[in-house]
């Protein structure tokens, strides 16, 4: 008996060993590429941070100390958080809320999916042409507001702006996210939801007591993930308003861009290496608060 069991176990350490070795296969073309071009091209950031412009003398920390005490930076840096403050939560919030909709609305559902996410499919050129025909000093709106009586409004010149570019982010990535909450509705158990009715409780309730605590893995995922492509919305706000836009959007790409043009490189990697340790921390907290709130 104790043979058998003392054979059964080597065969599943072996089995198990083999899958183990199976799954490192295939999965080591994707680690050499993350290595190649992710983690050694940081790696070199990090160094050049510590160095002078040609990478030959060492400066130690006068590239952080240039990097923070510059004021573009701090305005970039003031922007991109207000950017973030406000565009993840309110993504977040309407994202869920089509994602309800839609699953509530089944029979068009798979239709309803698809509109959502056509603004995904929009080419960045196109969406800037539909800015400009909106926004521009001669654009719909200012049409409108004429029509009313009103003085027009330079959207590109203002504070207005950066209202602008939040509506953007919204429009552009809200489908993304209704479709991850979608998954993480659809894992939800039935039953769950039959008890509550049994029980008479009420919509509200339903959400709050059954809906959101079964939702708080997919919270913490898409969280990250709309916090990350928060960093991809330059693209609209360079084409439409250049290196130099308004100070309301302003952000840290903007100066990115700017130094790298310069070839202030020593500066530009202190930044990137600052930025990715801020990103870090900060996904770190999501996913030990939505980790702790799942256990």
């Known amino acids: 008996m104790v043979s058998r069991l003392r054979q059964k176990l080597g065969l ?8 183990a070795g199976a799954a490192l296969l295939f999965l080591l073309p ?5 290595g190649a071009f992710f983690l050694l091209p940081f790696l070199d950031t990090i160094r050049r941070s510590f160095y002078d412009v040609l990478g030959q003398r060492f400066v130690g920390v006068a590239s952080y100390q240039s990097v923070l005490q510059n004021q573009a930076f701090q305005l970039a840096s003031i922007n991109t958080a207000r ?52 926004f521009s000093d001669r654009g719909l ?63 509200l309730q339903t959400f709050r007591f059954i809906t959101l605590p079964s ?9 990250i993930l709309s916090l990350l492509s928060s960093f991809n919305v330059f693209r609209e706000a360079y084409l439409v308003a250049g290196s130099y836009p308004h100070d309301s959007i302003y952000q840290l ?9 310069k070839l202030e490189i020593s500066r530009l990697c202190a930044a990137a290496v600052l930025l990715a340790l801020v990103l870090l921390i900060f996904i770190l907290l ?3 608060l939505f980790r702790d709130r799942t256990e």
Request: aromatic share 10%.
């Open 141 to 203: 709106v200012n049409g409108f507001l004429a029509r009313r009586g009103q003085q027009p409004v330079s959207f590109m010149e203002s504070s207005a702006a950066f209202w602008v570019l939040i509506v953007t982010y919204l429009w552009k990535n809200s489908g993304y996210d209704m479709i991850l909450w979608l998954a993480g509705l659809d894992g939800i158990s039935d039953s769950l939801y039959d008890a509550a009715h049994v029980d008479g409780a009420g919509w």
């Open 83 to 134: 950017f973030i403050t406000i565009c993840i939560p309110l993504l977040l919030a309407l994202s869920m809320l089509l994602a309800l909709l839609v699953r509530a609305v089944k029979p068009a559902g798979r239709t309803h999916k698809t509109l959502f996410l056509l603004p995904m499919a929009v080419p960045v050129a196109s969406l800037v042409l539909l800015w400009q025909a909106l």
């Open 286 to 288: 999501l996913l030990r």
């Open 12 to 19: 599943n350490s072996r089995l198990a060993r083999r899958e």
């Open 30 to 34: 994707s680690l050499l590429g993350i």
């Open 215 to 223: 939702l708080a893995p997919t919270v913490g995922l898409v969280a």
């Open 253 to 261: 790409q903007h100066l990115f861009n700017n130094w790298f043009v």
